[in-house]
């Protein structure tokens, strides 16, 4: 198994990365600052930007430890998770959980005092459904990435809050597309490890359909969607010509990633989905972000 940044990393402060899974915070941070960004009209506030950010982080620190608190049992079951430090034991679970429950309300009444109590509210429901949703039904049901895709798409959502403090159709837009870009780049993730979720006893959509057929034809149909709602932001007047042909450039190459591990599934074939799918996010939201049309974006 390839050495991550936080293995590389020795001792405690390669632990506490390996607790607070930096690639999917990072992702998460991006989304909700482009979001916060767009909602703004005016020159950037960055000083309330970057609180935003820390408090989202502590949010995000914070379900990621409760997560792996309840998953340490199944995380010891898999290779690539077996080394987390929790099944390893050189965290200890009660410490953790603290830990996990203290950076989450922290994080929550942070954004609540320094931005609004709608934006608390989002990121109380991601906190919530992430930990008391996603994770358990991750061992019952294949529908878990469903599930998970829910509080995964609320970034956005948030970064928006916070800035206009009332959610419209432009928050829904960006709910929308991060909530399909996930079942994809989850599959391909699950499609290469899908040995290791059959050990530990998760009933993933990889493991459930050894044939592949239906992994393969659901990354290619969420793809095919992300097409012409990645472009609806245009139509809807959040941005102009140069964003409506970029995204479906960017939604396109996402696609055929998606067809091409659909006509031969592998492990090679996984990862360039996998590659694509983090490209996809910033890249969208990034040119939404350069191409947008301020004055025409519904005022609270």
Not at 167 to 196: C, K, M, S, T
Not at 210 to 226: E, F, H, K, N, W
Request: glycine share 10%; net charge positive; proline share 7%.
């Amino acid at each position: 198994m390839r050495p991550t940044a936080a293995t590389r990393i020795p001792g405690f402060w390669g632990d506490v990365l390996l607790l607070i899974k930096p690639g999917i915070t990072m992702l998460v941070l991006i989304s909700t600052a482009l979001a916060y960004r767009l909602a703004q009209s005016g020159p950037p506030t960055w000083l309330h930007l970057g609180a935003v950010l820390v408090f989202t982080f502590l949010v995000g620190v914070g379900a990621s430890s409760l997560n792996q608190f309840i998953e340490r049992d199944s995380d010891g079951r898999m290779a690539r998770t077996r080394n987390r430090p929790l099944p390893s034991g050189r965290f200890r679970p009660a410490s953790v959980l603290a830990g996990g429950l203290a950076v989450s309300a922290g994080g929550i009444a942070g954004l609540g005092l320094i931005a609004n109590w709608l934006t608390a509210a989002v990121a109380l429901t991601v906190t919530v459904t992430y930990v008391l949703f996603y994770t358990p039904l991750k061992q019952v049901t294949a529908l878990n990435t469903l599930v998970g895709a829910f509080p995964g798409a609320l970034p956005p959502v948030l970064g928006w809050a916070a800035v206009r403090g009332e959610l419209g159709r432009e928050a829904a837009v960006l709910f929308l597309i991060q909530y399909l870009w996930q079942p994809p780049h989850v599959l391909a993730i699950a499609w290469r490890h899908r040995n290791d979720y059959a050990a530990a006893g998760m009933p993933m959509l990889t493991v459930s359909d050894p044939s592949g057929m239906s992994t393969r034809r659901q990354v290619a149909l969420y793809c095919a969607a992300l097409i012409p709602l990645s472009a609806y932001p245009a139509m809807i007047g959040m941005a102009g010509g140069i964003y409506f042909y970029g995204s479906l450039f960017i939604s396109g190459i996402y696609f055929l990633a998606a067809v091409a591990m659909a006509v031969r599934p592998s492990e090679a074939t996984a990862r360039l989905l996998f590659k694509v799918s983090l490209f996809f996010l910033p890249a969208l939201l990034g040119l939404l972000l350069y191409d947008a049309i301020p004055q025409t974006l519904s005022r609270p």
